[in-house]
Nanobody, 127 residues
């Protein structure tokens, strides 16, 4: 059983930056591929970014590529999402998720199952 707790959400102006973090406990963190998803009001959940167990492989959604960076620190059992140049339409609840399954593309992360989910942290981008 793995527990995931997101933090760092809040209010940010359009064009601003924010970092959200996910703390994992209850498992061996380095065994999990980690990902961030987001869900805006009235919209489907969408994949944002993922990072492999070792951190050597990353997949970034096209919509955020060049602006968002995912990273992990296995010594701290943490995965972060640095978000730059935020847009109002990116207002959403951002969720951290973990899986032991191997996914080789953003599409697979998007459509494949995740084993564990956090409760999410709300990011509000004001215009």
């Amino acid at each position: 059983q793995v527990q995931l707790v997101e933090s760092g959400g809040g209010l940010v102006q359009a064009g601003g930056s924010l970092r959200v973090s996910c703390a994992a406990s209850g498992g061996t963190f380095s065994r999990y591929n980690m990902a961030w998803f987001r869900q805006a009001p009235g919209k489907e959940r969408e994949f944002v970014a993922s990072i492999s167990q070792s951190g050597r492989n990353r997949y970034i959604a096209d919509s955020v590529k060049g602006r968002f960076t995912i990273s992990r620190d296995n010594a701290k059992n943490m995965v972060d999402l640095q978000m730059n140049s935020l847009k109002p339409e990116e207002t959403a609840v951002y969720y951290c998720a973990a899986t032991t399954r191997y996914y080789s593309s953003a599409s697979e992360y998007s459509r494949g199952g995740m084993d564990y989910w956090g409760e999410g942290t709300l990011v509000t981008v004001s215009s």
